[in-house]
């Protein structure tokens, strides 16, 4: 599965951001997908999970409350709109998709290529 980030840029604080990540295969309605991101001289961070279906949704605590993510099947693609940002929210933000659905960033097996969130104060 070969995944496509997209959508990141520069932002104030306070303000939103809709990532999208486009898959290339079919079977992306059989996957859980999942977002990263990892900032400068830190490790990668989950951030937010969605099953197969979309009928569940997982996030990491920074940002529960503030980023939501959803899958549109029909187009292969995941979203995570991002609202409130802050600062610390700056990163290179990566898709990725797995059988699981899981926080762990281990049960993920395909990954895109990242798109750099930047969040001004």
């Known amino acids: 599965v070969q995944l496509q980030a997209s959508g990141g840029g520069l932002v104030q604080a306070g303000g939103s951001l809709r990532l999208s990540c486009a898959a290339s295969?079919?079977?992306?309605?059989?996957?859980?997908m999942g977002w990263f991101r990892q900032a400068p001289g830190k490790e990668r961070e989950f951030v937010a999970a969605i099953n197969r279906s979309g009928g569940s949704t997982t996030y990491g605590d920074s940002v529960k409350g503030r980023f939501t993510i959803s899958r549109d099947n029909a187009k292969n693609t995941v979203y995570l709109q991002m609202n409130s940002l802050k600062p610390e929210d700056t990163a290179v933000y990566y898709c990725?998709?797995?059988?699981?659905?899981?926080?762990?960033?281990?049960?993920?097996?395909?990954w895109g290529q990242g798109t750099l969130v930047t969040v001004s104060s």
């Open positions: 990725a998709a797995g059988p699981d659905f899981s926080g762990l960033e281990s049960t993920y097996k395909y």
């Open positions: 295969e079919r079977t992306f309605n059989t996957y859980t």
